[in-house]
């Protein structure tokens, strides 16, 4: 199973940026995505969850309020939305899929997608 993480890009800060996740051999509705971000030197941190019934999410503090995972099943797409970026985000982003309700560790992972945030 192969996912694709797309989207990416380079905005000013204050901008927004939708990223996109999909997959080719899965149908995304039967999986929680969890999208995860690594920055330079840093180590990959998880930063929101899409629950597998598209009835709640979960967001990392420090993304809360400013970024939304949404599904659009006919198109087997998870999408992060993503506003009121800011240089800290700058990041390579990517989304994971775990064939439970919530995300885990992430039993699917796809390329990831470069997000870089100008002050």
């Known amino acids: 199973v192969q996912l694709q993480a797309s989207g990416g890009g380079l905005v000013q800060a204050g901008g927004s940026l939708r990223l996109s996740c999909t997959a080719s051999?899965?149908?995304?509705?039967?999986?929680?995505i969890g999208w995860h971000r690594q920055a330079p030197g840093k180590k990959r941190e998880w930063i929101a969850c899409i629950n597998r019934s598209d009835d709640d999410r979960t967001y990392l503090d420090s993304v809360k309020g400013r970024f939304t995972a949404s599904r659009d099943n006919a198109k087997n797409t998870v999408y992060l939305q993503m506003d009121s970026l800011k240089p800290e985000d700058t990041a390579v982003y990517y989304c994971s899929a775990d064939e439970t309700e919530w995300c885990g560790v992430g039993h699917y992972w796809g390329e990831g997608t470069q997000v870089t945030v100008s002050s």
């Open positions: 051999t899965v149908t995304l509705r039967y999986y929680a």
